[in-house]
């Protein structure tokens, strides 16, 4: 077996994300291949062998890579639409643009989108992908396909719809599969493209989409479904008080009741959102161990409202930042949602004690681990576990004159990103991606949209 190839980082402030909280003021931190062997403060120790490359982190912060736990890849080469909507008036607006993606569109969207987030420190990406047009190709495989390009940890949460406009959704009927179909499709996508072992670079979760754009028997046997192959289960919860309606409405009770109902609560499920929730809700997360993808940009965006993200945490709900579908957060970034996040929660009811600088950054690090179901292997960095991280500049004129680099990250500007490592493979350096160019995906998103938009204008 070969010697491991080690990387040292040294002369950097690091904030672990431990469970202590553990930061070093100046500190190192030693990579062997694809995992953290060792970190500390000071130096790193004397006599490493196989040390292939030292990294001075002078004037940085290292934190763990920043873990996205939703989005929708497709929605990059819709942005800058329906900029003045409500959720479902969003969405009846889109879902006709939408529903006429095809393979090509969609592998160009997942470029764009999967390089905006590692360009800014994302190493562990996910993408619910639930729109599925007939003969349209290998939609899952085009996402999964950019995702390994990018060399960014991925999860796809494979959706479904099946609640067209004449059941009473709000999807037009072509854009939705049958339930049978979705359910085959979902289980191919995981037998294929799913791996358990630790490390995986790849995973899949059932995620079917929403409740009013589903029937009860896909949310019940997508949750089977999922159980029975080990994957983890993803939708979209209590976004708007429009939903809660509908919930009522449709099924007597609201989303937390009727998701419970379904066997949609669980330490192997999260959901987007989660802005209307009362007490009762939350109690029904914390005792499930159900997580939540905190969205502050896309909820602001199409004023859904505030999460009641302090109260989730301190019932003890795992909670993770998402950037959500790039129609309704154009920027397409996580690390400015560690900010956004912390000063739209201080809005809320707890004011300024609502989150500091480093709950935020839990968020966006240890929470979204968490939420993923891959807390023992990443966002956070102790020996053993893999080696995503981040080396953000803190000396330059956005940054230099705040004491503390964590300060510093979470209220100041988007910090540059200097390196950014995922497996312990540099996927970024000095602001861009080493792995794909950038330029030709923005001219290849350009035309893939100006393509969409062409067609859907055809009706």
């Known amino acids: 077996m070969a010697a491991a190839q080690r990387i040292v980082i040294e002369n950097g402030a690091i904030a672990t994300v431990d469970d202590r909280d553990t930061e070093y003021a100046t500190g190192y931190v030693v990579i062997a291949d694809h995992r953290i062997e060792s970190l500390g403060a000071g130096r790193a120790p004397e006599g490493l062998e196989n040390v292939v490359r030292r990294i001075d982190a002078s004037g940085h912060l290292v934190t763990p890579g920043l873990v996205n736990t939703h989005h929708h890849f497709y929605q990059w080469i ?16 889109l879902y006709p643009t ?28 996910m993408d619910h992908h639930y729109v599925f047009p007939r003969g349209t190709g290998d939609l899952a495989g085009a996402i999964i396909r950019a995702a390994r390009e990018t060399g960014v940890r991925f999860t796809l949460a494979r959706g479904s719809m099946d609640r067209g406009e004449s059941d009473g959704g709000l999807p037009p009927d072509f854009a939705v599969e049958s339930l049978d179909d979705a359910l085959a499709a979902t289980e191919e996508t995981v037998r294929q493209h799913h791996d358990a072992s630790f490390g995986a670079m790849t995973q899949v979760a059932v995620a ?6 589903v029937s009860t028997e896909l949310m019940r046997q997508g949750a089977e479904l999922a ?20 919930c009522h ?40 161990g159900t997580g939540v993808a905190h969205c502050p940009s896309s909820n602001a965006r199409l004023a859904a409202g505030t999460a009641r993200v302090p109260d989730l945490l301190a019932a003890g709900v795992p909670v993770g930042l998402g950037v959500d579908g790039t129609a309704s957060n154009e920027s397409g970034e996580l ?51 893999l080696a995503d991280l981040v080396l953000w500049r803190m000396d330059t004129l956005a940054h230099a004159s705040i004491a503390d680099p964590v300060t510093a990250l979470v209220f100041g500007a988007a910090a540059p990103v200097t390196a950014s490592f995922a ?15 950038e330029d030709a995906i923005a001219r290849s998103t350009r035309d893939e949209a100006r393509r969409l938009a062409r067609i859907a204008a055809q009706g």
């Open 335 to 385: 690390h400015t949602e560690l900010r956004n996040a912390l000063l739209v929660n201080r809005l809320g009811a707890h004011r300024e004690k609502a989150l500091n600088a480093r709950q935020a950054l839990r968020l966006g690090t240890f929470g979204g681990a968490q939420v993923l179901g891959r807390a023992a292997e990443t966002g956070s960095l102790e020996p053993g576990k």
């Open 423 to 437: 497996h312990g493979r540099q996927i970024v350096e000095d602001g861009r991606l080493l792995t794909v160019d």
């Open 208 to 213: 079917p989409c929403s409740p009013f754009s």
């Open 78 to 93: 819709t942005r800058g639409l329906a900029t003045d909507h409500n959720l479902f008036d969003w969405l009846t607006a």
């Open 249 to 288: 409405e449709l099924f007597g009770m609201g989303p937390t009741d009727y998701f419970e109902s379904t066997g949609w609560l669980g330490a192997d499920v999260w959901m987007a959102h989660c802005v209307h929730m009362n007490d009762s809700d939350i109690a029904a997360f914390a005792r499930t």
């Open 98 to 125: 939408w529903a006429r993606i095809d393979e090509a569109m969609v592998y160009a969207a997942a470029q764009g989108s999967l390089a905006m987030m590692a360009r800014g420190g994302v190493t562990t990406a």
């Open 227 to 246: 159980r029975r192959l080990g994957v983890r289960l993803h939708t979209h919860g209590s976004e708007t008080v429009e939903e809660e309606k509908f």
